[in-house]
């Protein structure tokens, strides 16, 4: 929403700059996007003061002055101005700066002087049509300070990101009320200039018709509008608005058209309350019909096209045909124009869901709509009604005809919502009294009411929003000031209902993966694919990926690629997500998988080498270990080799497969690195499976969704014993399965196990490999015996042996 400064500060009473009404709003309403001073055109000019002026010695009508415009020296400027004089103060434009018309003053030479510069009349800086002399300025303001910090010139344009949930902010007399109740003011509206005492007859008020000034006005789709008020004004004269209006309109990026048009934008920017006016003359039967639409109705709005209405849409129609589609736009036969003489004032409250849905078929969209899409307030018509006719009696010289009319069948009941002081407290975390709770919401229009224990507070029309007591909390908590509650942290039960497992896997393996150095990537699940083996989506955004994925690394290595296009050569990603499988059911099979990608540099460069090595199986297969741990902390973990295709390694759970390593081939340039890929199925959700309403909620439980409970010990103070182990590997035996042996055979008192090495060459079998652990043990009241380390290493070295035929390499 666009609000205008000097409109604001026209509702308050007291003055306030545009720098702390953007403060106030944004500590307690909503974001101001931004503030845009009006006369930004007036940026380049400064206040000069003339120190010298004499006569131009050939012409009879130029001054030669010197002016000090707080630079270092004094400027030579040429000034055809009669008012000029020593010790002057005026506009000072100099060279380079571009005038309000668009002129860029540039340095030169007039009758045989230089000039370096313009003294300014009102007329040059669009300030006025006074043109006889330059413009005198009464300022203390040193010479050389920029015009517009020193004198208020033009208003300034708030730029703010009104909510869905604040529509009563969408106005300047709701700003202003947040604001008046922000500093302790009041806030009113301001006099018309012009405007006339007059005393005129209260509305009159019917369920669904009335006659107005000579106009019968009938309500037939109350669903659509529950509140239709209307007056019909005489003897009016349409032309241009004075200026205090049309600056009004300008200010907040409005066009100007004509006094009553203007006067009605007038009070939708000032109340929030859109207003429409139709031309008496025009209107078939002197009726006015709010109705349905007919099928196929036809109208020709205020913009020039011919519009087709279906049978939802709420229509202001006369006795022939629709005039106004309601709450969007008005209708072109009907609109205000310099021959109208009598003129028909809605005000009314239309409802948003049908006014949304007018717009939406119509892809339409006004200030009126915008605002009655988010509610008007219902008992804001009369208010406005009586304000758009004090406008357009002192601009348009127009007078009432008879009584104005409100059919209103259904009135509005005020809503009351109970609030607790010790609720207060719970939420905030600090106690707020219940005096002080009053004194708060009263300003912006809550009606309170004390009572042993609670208040009771009744909720003003413009504040749709306020249905709860955590509502009026939050009320309470903005308008005292979210910086005034403390700091400080304290213990607190946020509730019973534990975290799901899953997530606290999901959570486990990102912290991983994140602090190995690598992204985390949300790509969307639709992949192309095939409508055999893969998922087909009913409604695809794209037929170029009309189905699901059936493993993560495929849309991964999409994000691969996509990183290779823009020269980027190191890509580390990782995602959790879901992917889906053909099923016999009529669901697919839904799998929560976890997976990485890398290719490229291992590490950043350091200076300390000329480029790090790249990423390859090895380092994916760690990776992949680090996963799985992650994701089963509890259970028996294997990565063995697999021979298909890329795929490397299969990781195994539990004697599960559970996932695996591979290469992944990418469309990528020839200077790219290999690509090596991890992923881990997480959790299965069986096919076909629906939650039904009130049924317990589906909870699988594999390995991958146990709880990981963290256990403590103290940092040990006895010293460790290491030693290195050798030993020769059939090439077909897993790493893993030696290692497993170790560890069974090592006892309690094994700390760490290390695989640090591998061998093939002389001294090594054919068939054969040579692989080295180092082996920590650690005794935890006492330093541990060489004996009893070399006994160790004996026991072990038969269990390995006897259990697998691994022997210890001697050469």
């Not at 011919?306 to 969007?328: C, E, F, M, Y």
């Not at 998922?535 to 699901?548: D, F, I, K, Q, T």
Request: net charge negative; charged share 25%.
């Amino acid at each position: 929403m666009n609000a205008s400064h000097a409109w604001l500060e026209s509702l308050l009473t007291v003055p306030l700059s545009a720098e702390r009404m953007r403060e106030l709003i944004t500590a307690h309403c909503c974001t101001v996007d931004e503030m845009v001073r009006l006369r930004d055109d007036l940026t380049g000019i400064v206040i000069g003061r003339v120190v010298e002026a004499a006569r131009h010695p050939d012409s009879d009508h130029l001054w030669v002055t010197k002016v000090d415009a707080g630079r270092d020296a004094l400027l030579d400027v040429v000034c055809g101005a009669p008012n000029v004089k020593a010790g002057g103060v005026y506009p000072f434009a100099p060279v380079g700066t571009t005038l309000p018309g668009g002129l860029v003053l540039e340095r030169r030479k007039i009758r045989g002087a230089v000039s370096n510069g313009m003294l300014c009349s009102a007329r040059e800086l669009a300030l006025g049509d006074n043109h006889e002399g330059i413009l005198e300025l009464d300022t203390s303001a040193p010479p050389g300070t920029p015009l517009l910090d020193a004198i208020p010139l033009g208003d300034t344009r708030l730029v703010i990101d009104v909510t869905p949930n604040r529509p009563d902010l969408l106005s300047h007399a709701g700003l202003a009320r947040e604001l008046a109740a922000a500093v302790g003011a009041q806030m009113r509206l301001p006099p018309v200039p012009g405007a006339l005492p007059a005393t005129r007859a209260p509305a009159a008020r019917a369920g669904s018709e009335i006659q107005v000034g000579g106009v019968r006005v009938r309500l037939e789709d109350a669903d659509g509008c529950p509140r239709y008020m209307g007056a019909v004004m005489r003897d009016i004269a349409v032309g241009p608005s004075p200026a205090w209006l049309a600056e009004r309109i300008v200010a907040v990026g409005g066009r100007s058209i004509n006094n009553v048009v203007d006067a009605t934008n007038y009070v939708l920017h000032e109340l929030g309350q859109p207003v429409h006016a139709f031309d008496v003359a025009e209107l078939g039967g002197r009726e006015i019909v709010v109705r349905r639409a007919r099928a196929g109705e036809q109208i020709v709005t205020l913009d020039g096209v011919s519009r087709t209405l279906d049978a939802n849409t709420t229509v202001i129609a006369d006795h022939d045909r629709a005039q106004a589609v309601a709450g969007v736009m008005g209708g072109a036969e009907s609109e205000v124009t310099a021959q109208t003489t009598a003129i028909f004032i809605e005000v009314a409250h239309f409802d948003p869901v049908r006014v949304r849905r007018a717009r939406r078929a119509l892809n339409l969209s006004t200030d009126a709509s915008y605002r009655f899409e988010r509610h008007v307030d219902i008992e804001l018509p009369p208010r406005a009604l009586a304000r758009v006719i004090e406008i357009v009696a002192a601009v348009a010289a127009g007078r009432v005809d008879g009584a104005p009319g409100d059919l209103y069948p259904s009135p509005h009941v005020p809503r009351t919502v109970s609030l607790r002081p010790a609720r207060v407290a719970a939420v905030l975390g600090d106690a707020v009294p219940q005096n002080e709770i009053a004194g708060l919401l009263t300003p912006l229009g809550f009606e309170v009411e004390a009572r042993p224990g609670t208040l009771e507070v009744t909720v003003p029309s413009w504040r749709p929003d306020v249905v709860r007591e955590v509502d009026l909390v939050e009320e309470v908590a903005r308008r005292r000031g979210y910086d005034t509650f403390s700091s400080e942290l304290r213990p607190f039960r946020p509730g019973t209902v534990p975290e799901s497992s899953l997530e606290i896997v999901s959570r486990r393996v990102r912290d991983a993966l994140v602090a190995r150095g690598l992204l985390e990537a949300r790509p969307l699940p639709f992949v192309k694919g095939a409508d055999i083996g893969f998922v087909r989506v009913a409604n695809p955004l794209s037929e170029n990926e009309a189905h699901l994925r059936r493993d993560l690394l495929d849309t991964l290595a999409r994000r691969a690629e996509y990183n290779l296009a823009r020269m980027q050569r190191d890509v580390r990603l990782f995602e959790i997500g879901a992917v889906f499988l053909p099923s016999a059911d009529t669901l697919p099979l839904e799998e929560l998988r976890a997976a990485l990608i890398v290719m490229g540099h291992r590490r950043p460069p350091h200076w300390t080498e000329t480029r790090p090595p790249d990423f390859d199986e090895w380092d994916a297969k760690g990776l992949a270990e680090e996963i799985a741990s992650a994701a089963y902390p509890s259970a028996q973990i294997a990565l063995g080799p697999e021979g298909e295709g890329d795929w490397l390694w299969s990781i195994v759970v539990d004697g599960a497969r559970r996932g695996g390593v591979r290469r992944v081939t990418l469309d990528a340039p020839v200077w790219a690195a290999p690509a090596f890929g991890v992923e881990v199925t997480l959790l299965t959700v069986p096919s076909g499976f629906v939650a039904q309403p009130g049924a317990a909620r589906y909870e699988a439980r594999p390995a991958a969704a146990t709880q990981h409970h963290v256990q403590y010990r103290a940092l040990p103070d006895t010293p460790a014993a290491e030693f290195d182990l050798a030993l020769v590997v059939p090439n077909d035996m897993p790493a893993a399965r030696v290692e497993e042996v170790i560890r069974a055979a090592s006892g309690d008192l094994l700390e760490h196990v290390t695989l640090f090495d591998e061998y093939r060459g002389e001294a090594v079998p054919n068939g054969f490999r040579s692989l080295a652990w180092r082996l920590t043990f650690r005794h935890p009241e006492r330093t541990l015996r060489d004996k009893e380390v070399a006994g160790r290493r004996e026991k072990l070295l038969r269990t390995l042996e006897g259990e697998l035929g691994v022997r210890q390499r001697t050469s």
